[in-house]
C-alpha cells in the first residue's frame, strides 16, 4: 500500500457472513484509532457485498430513519472488507473526533495501481510536468477521477443516506462495474460528519413531537455550522482541510460534485448551467463543461421519469470559497445540485397551490406535478445524477482527462503573457502570523510559491531577501489571483433601471484586505534567486532591551494573545493614553505597556514571531485603561444556531482570549455584572435576540430568546460599568433596547430591508474606514483600514457617544465587491463607543471575524474586549 499522505486503511474487519448481519458494536464517536484496531483484528474473508438495508435495518432514505454517523462508518468499513471495487481510508478527525472518510471506488485493477494513479493525477494537474510522450500515454489510460461530497450541510442529509446506496451500486453493479475500468470515484459519505449526528440525534429526539423535522437550536458544525462550505480558500476547520489534501495534494480530480438540498416548494433539483454571473477568472471552457455535466445529469432525471429540474437559476458563478467554486479555480468542474427539501426525513405533502415552480420553459422544461416528497425522492434523484456523472466520465473519459490538461496549459500561458506577472509578498509586515497564514493556505490549495535568497528588483523596486514570489505562470492561477485581486461585481438589475439581482453570496473577499497582509503585484517577468517553499513558519520574534516593562506596538494579533497570556500570568496591562517616548523611540497612543510578565511575552514573541521593546521602568499615565487581572468575558449564545455566535467563538478561541458562554437562561437569570467585565453579542437581529425560535417551533426550553427578564438584566450590567461588545445586527439590539446613543442610518439586512435596500445594497464587500488613533479600541490600527461589511447597519455616533471608525465624507470607501448607494455611508460611523449609565457599548457596524478571515481586524475585537473590561474595572472597588 502506497499512502502517499500516509493515510490510514480503516477497511472494516468482518463481513456480513462473520458477523450473521449483525452490527459491529460501534455507537457514538469513533475515532481512528479505534478503526485501526478492527484491521487488526481483520479476517479478512472475500463474502457477499452487503446492502445497507441489512446493516441498518432499514434502507436509505426510509421514511424518518437515518443512518448515524457509526453506522455509516460500519456500513463501508464492511463494503470495503467484502468488495474488491471499494477502499475505505479514514483521512482525519473531525472537530469532534469522528473520523472523515474517503471512500475510493474502481475497477480491483484500478485501485492495485492506485499509487501510480495518483502519481499521473498530479502530472496531469500540471501540463509543465508533461512530454508529448507522457501525455499521450495518460490520455490512452489514465482514468477520469470523479469527487462526489455529500451533506456538507447536515440538514441537507439525504445525500450522506445516498452515499451508501450509490457505493453499494457501484459495488455490484455489473454496468457501472464495466464504467468503473475508466473511472475512479471518490466518495466522501458527509463532508461534515459531526453535523450528521448533530442533525440526526436531534431528529430522532423530536421524531413524533410536535417538533419533528425541526432544526436542532444549535450549529451544524461544532464552529461554523452552513458556513463550512464558505472555508474553502481559508480552511479554517478541520473538514476543510482534510477535503482540500484530497483535493490539491493527493488525487486533483477532474469533476467535484457537491450534493446539496434547497427550500422544499420550488423545482425538485438544480443542475447547472448556473446563473450569472461568471467570475473573470475562470476557464470559458471548464463553464461550458460544468454545463455539459449538469445537463447530462439532468437528461439522465428525465429519462427516469424525474421531474422538476431546473437550471440558471439563484446559485451563480461569483463567489470564491465553496466546495464546488474552489474547484473550477483548480480547473476541475465544479458540479452543485440543490435538491428540494422534506423536513429531514420526515416526507411532505406540496399541493399544486402550494409549489413555487417557476413557469416552463429551457431551464425547467418539466414542471413536477405535486404531491408527496419524502427522503427516498432525494436520495433517488441524487443517486441518478451520480451513477450518470460515472457514465458520463466513462464515456468520455479522455476528453475529461484532456479538458483538465488543456485548462492547465491555459493557465500557465495566460500568466506568462499577462499581468500580473507575479505577486510579492515582502517579509517585513505588521502582522507575522498573517503572512505566513496567508502563504500556507496558498500552499495547502496547491499553489506554487518561492522565497529570495537575495534582495531583488521588480517593476523598479528593490525586494528583501525572504521576499514570497508567486509567479501566475501556474496551473491554479486562477485560483491565487481571485483571492489577491479586487473584485469588481458587475450589477445586474432584473430590467434596466429595475431592481437588483441580488449575488446569491458576497461579492468580494480580497484576501489581503481582509489579512491586511502587503501583496504587491508585478507587471514584469521577476528575475531573483530563490528556493521553492512547501510551507512556512513565523520568524521568531523578540524583545529588545532590559527590564520588565515591556511595550508592545500591538500590530499583530499575536500581541493580543500574548497580552491574554500576560494577564494569565498576574501582569498588569495598561493602554498609553497619549503619545510618550521610551527605549529610544516614540510610542503611539494604544501603545501597550504590560508590567511583570517579560518572560511569558519572549516566550511568546519567539513562538508567534512579533517584536517588542522593553524599559526598566516607566511611569504609569494617569487615567489610562489598565487591567489588573483576567477579563471576565460572557460570549452570548441563542438558541438560534448563530453562525455569527460561532465564528466569534472560533476566532477568540484561536486568539487565546477566554470566555464563558452565555445561554439566554444565564442572561435572563441577570448579576450579571458580579460574573462578567464584557458581554459580546453576537450579529443576530433585535427580533431573534429578544424573542428567539418562536414558541412551537422547539421545546420550550430552546425558544423565547433574553425576553424582557434578559434585556433588563443586559441593562443593569450597563448601569453597573459593564461593557457589551455589539456585532453589526447587535448593534440595532443595543441602541433599541439598550438605549445606547447612536443612530441607525440603515439597518442592513433583517426586518430593516424593504424600501431602504432599494436605495442602499452590499452584501459582502470590504470599505475602507479612517480610524481614530487615538481612542484604546483602535490599538496597533493603520490610520485606515479595510473592514468587512456583510449587509451590516450603517451607524451614527448620537451626542455622548464617540466615532472610533468612519467611511470618508466623499466618494466612495469601495475597495473590493459592490456597492449601490455608496453615498449613504459618506461620514457615517462604523464602530462607535456609546456609553450607558457607568458601562458602555461597541458598536460595530461591520464584521471584525467576518468568516475567521478578517485579520486585519481581529485586533478590533480584542481591543474592544480589554479596553471594555479595563473600564469595567474602574467601576468595580478592589480591582
Ligand atoms: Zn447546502
Redesign the pocket.
Known sequence: MNNVLSYRRTGAPTSEDTTGGRRLPLVGRVGPAVLALWLAAAAPLAAQVPRPETVLGFRPGADSMLASWAQITDYFGRLAAASPRVRLDTIGPTTQGRPYLLATISDPANLARRASLIAAQRRLADPRTLDSAAEARLFASQPAVILISCS??ST?IAASQMSLELAYRLATDSALGAALRDVVVLLVPSANPDGIDIVGDWYRRTKGTPFDGSSPPWLYHPYVG?DN?RDWFMLTQPETRHLTRVLYELWFPEVVYDI??MGGNGSRLFLPPFADPVNPNLDGTLVEAIGHVGTAMATALADAGRTGVEHQARFDLWWHGGNRSAPVRHNMIGILS?AASARIASPVQLRPSDLRQPARGVDFPLPWPGGWWRLRDIVDYELTASEALVRLASRERADFVRRFVGAGRRAVEAGRSETPRAYLIPPAQRDEGARVQLANLLLATGIEIFRARTPFTADGRTYAAGTLVIPLAQPFRAHVKDLFERQVYPERRLYPGGPLIPPYDVTGWTLPLTMAVTVDSVRNPVTADVERIDSLAPTPGRIAGTGDVVLLANRSNAEATAVWRALAGGAAVEFAPAPFNAAGRSWPPGTLVVRGARATLERAAAELGFDAASVPRLAAAPGAPALRRVPRVGLYKSWNGSMDEGWTRWVLERLGVPFSSLSDSAMRGGNLRARFDVIVLPSESPGQIRSGRPAGSAPPEYTGGLGSAGVEALRAFLQAGGTVVALEQASLFAIEDLAAPATVVHGGRGPREGQAAVRFSAPGSIFEVNVDHAHPVASGMDSVAAIYFDSSPILDAAPGGRAIASYRRDGSPLLSGFVQGAEMLAGRAALIEAPVGAGRVILFGFSPQHRGQTNGTFKLLTNAILYGAAQAGRTVPGR
Open positions: 456538507i450541510h441537507e452552513h462550505n446539496h438540498q440543490e
